[in-house]
């Protein structure tokens, strides 16, 4: 009788495992355990990048070693934990790198970001959007018609915004999807 280790699984079933991994275990932990991990994790394509609560030398080697064009979905957060976060993406990173990205959520996002990142994605092959301004920012108008296009040409499956009364009030003009899941608040 034969045994199996994970160091003999197929690629195919260890990309599967690394599917229910978060993103700092396979590229800090799992990555280092040998050789055939590191060229496995090297070639996996499909990365979540959730970066909501993760320390800035952490987010510095995720920048570092990931390859964009590997990248699914990315979550950005401007929190009290993870202050200029966005800021700090956007200077390493144009999404135009990301050519497979299907889902973007920005939290705490202030309007200059939201603005940059706009004039970028309106090409992305995203899914669902999910936009959540800080509380005190209202959007110029220059910033609320831009979303209001780009939310037009994206082919969205899932939107979810969460900005204050009167940018709803140009960005409703704007198609929402229809497929599945829409949510204003």
Do not use: G, W
């Amino acid at each position: 009788m034969s045994t199996s280790s994970l160091y003999t699984l197929p690629i195919e079933l260890i990309y599967y495992l690394l599917e229910y991994l978060d993103l700092s275990t396979i590229l800090f932990s799992f990555r280092y355990v040998c050789k055939r991990f590191q060229t496995i994790v090297d070639s996996y394509d499909q990365y979540k990048l959730d970066l909501r609560l993760i320390s800035k030398t952490d987010f510095d080697h995720i920048c570092h070693v990931i390859s964009p064009k590997k990248v699914l979905s990315i979550i950005l957060t401007n929190d009290i934990d993870t202050p200029y976060q966005i800021r700090t993406f956007l200077s390493r990173f144009s999404f135009e790198q990301f050519s497979r990205l299907q889902s973007l959520d920005l939290l705490k996002i202030d309007e200059n970001n939201l603005f940059s990142i706009l004039k970028h994605i309106s090409n992305c092959s995203l899914k669902s959007l999910s936009i959540d301004s800080k509380s005190s920012d209202k959007f110029s108008y220059t910033t609320r018609l831009l979303l209001s296009s780009t939310i037009a040409k994206l082919k969205l499956e899932k939107l979810d915004l969460n900005v204050s009364y009167k940018d709803l009030y140009v960005i409703s003009r704007s198609p929402l999807p229809t497929r599945s899941h829409s949510e204003i608040s």
